[in-house]
């Protein structure tokens, strides 16, 4: 379908072809809704009921304070020798649990009892296990906690997070809020396979989705499985995600060596992938990654997974095409081994300021390395100076170009604007001087 042609066809074929195109944009890793709820997508079943799980905790999990959240974003001062007021900053390290023993390089020292079913589940939910960390820290200690950070494999391939908090909190608190924080996976029963990835379900337009490729029976639909669920009063999640016991939080200094190691070592990951953050040299390493990946090859990644077609289940708005192991999530791929989403992660009021605030920082940022001193705003303006008169242009005037014309004209300038700020910027970067050595990524503020 062609961009700008969507007013020609029938209203049912346009909605269909919205849906598939927000179900692609949302099965790519985007968080929250491409666009607004269009048609039936905000309701959670078919009959416009919405699926609610109980809030109550998990008995197996500690309590945790909750105070009233205060609109602050920085913790409290320290007064020291000579009247001296510090406000330090946190560098916290959050850890998923052990799956089994491994060697010095990550390896698993006995690869059939390593859980790497467990290890697969854990790295697909660990941003929804993060997001719940944050929320339970900033209601155990009453003030909107503020954080900058970046989620990485480690040596066995498990994601771990490093983050900068604004402000400090006492360890142990945030060792118990670690301790009390997990994430449950209210999906249907995936205890075992049904079908092998060589023979899965296949799609039958006459029976309206996916049958069983031997007996041909239409297979559940994700509603009715959910059903199941909630009918049952002795359901259970299916997968729980916690973190590990072992949680590093020390305190940081602005202006100190620790607070320059430690912003260098958040910030030299803006710039890599998730595959480039380990060197797989050894012939287990390789064997490992190839078990973990296989594994999270076939995990469902999400209501919407084609991998659900093994389980016997039809994924939520199932549709022609789907085809188990080849799920265009980004957590399934070889290269991210479950780190599909974003890898940096900033809270909203970190900074300080606010989007314009930023957008005009880096416009000055642009200006200076290009050396540009004046602009559209900073213009002089007057009788003599103003030579156009500018109105807004319509489809049909005569020259106007085409869509086509002006869609690769407008890349054509985006190119040339980044070609002169990458020479620009490197220009500007002496030759021996490291993008990612610690002694150069900032004035050391945490």
């Known amino acids: 379908m062609a961009l700008g042609r969507a007013d020609h066809l029938p209203g049912r074929n346009a909605d269909h072809a919205i849906g598939e195109l927000e179900a692609q944009i949302t099965t790519e890793g985007l968080r929250g809704r491409p666009a607004p709820p269009h048609g039936s997508d905000d309701q959670e079943d078919g009959d416009g009921k919405r699926r609610v799980r109980s809030t109550k905790r998990r008995q197996d999990a500690p309590d945790l304070p909750r105070l009233p959240v205060d609109n602050r974003t920085v913790g409290r001062t320290y007064e020291g ?123 039958d337009a006459d029976a309206g989705g996916y049958t069983d490729p031997d007996s041909g029976e239409l297979l559940p639909s994700w509603d009715d499985a959910l059903d199941l669920v909630d009918a049952d009063p002795d359901a259970t999640p299916v ?111 970190w900074s300080g300021k606010t989007l314009s605030d930023h957008r005009a920082d880096r416009k000055e940022w642009v200006k200076a390395l290009l050396g540009v001193t004046t602009d559209a705003d900073t213009a002089p303006t007057g009788s003599d100076t103003v030579r156009h008169a500018w109105e807004l242009a319509k489809p049909t005037d005569p020259d106007v170009p085409p869509l086509g014309h002006r869609v690769l004209r407008a890349i054509s300038e985006r190119i040339q604007w980044r070609a002169r700020l990458d020479a620009a910027r490197r220009a500007a970067v002496p030759p021996d001087v490291s993008a990612t050595d610690c002694t150069t990524t900032g004035s050391g503020e945490v």
Request: aromatic share 10%.
């Open 81 to 203: 020798h000579a009247g001296m007021v510090f406000r330090p900053s946190m560098f916290l390290t959050l850890t998923l649990g052990s799956y089994g023993r491994v060697h010095s390089d990550g390896t698993p020292v006995d690869p059939d009892s390593y859980d790497y079913r467990r290890a697969a589940w854990d790295a697909v939910h660990f941003p929804r296990l993060l997001d719940r960390f944050w929320q339970n820290l900033r209601r155990a200690v009453g003030w909107n906690v503020q954080y900058a950070g970046a989620v990485e494999p480690q040596r066995r391939l498990a994601p771990h997070a490093h983050f900068a908090m604004r402000g400090t909190i006492p360890r142990t608190l945030v060792r118990q809020v670690a301790a009390a924080t997990y994430h449950q996976v209210w999906w249907p029963p995936v205890d075992q396979l049904v079908y092998e990835p060589g023979r899965a379900p296949q799609w």
């Open 239 to 349: 997968h729980v995600v916690r973190f590990g016991s072992q949680v590093d939080a020390k305190g940081v200094l602005a202006g100190t060596k620790d607070a320059d190691r430690c912003v260098g070592y958040i910030t030299k990951y803006l710039t890599k992938q998730a595959a480039d953050c380990h060197d797989v040299t050894a012939g287990r390493q390789r064997a490992h990654l190839e078990r973990l990946w296989q594994e999270l090859r076939h995990t469902p990644c999400s209501e919407r997974c084609a991998n659900w077609l093994l389980y016997g289940i039809q994924p939520k708005k199932a549709r022609t095409g789907l085809k188990p192991g080849n799920c265009k999530n980004k957590v399934h791929k070889r290269e991210t081994l479950g780190i599909g989403g974003r890898r940096v992660l900033i809270s909203r009021q």
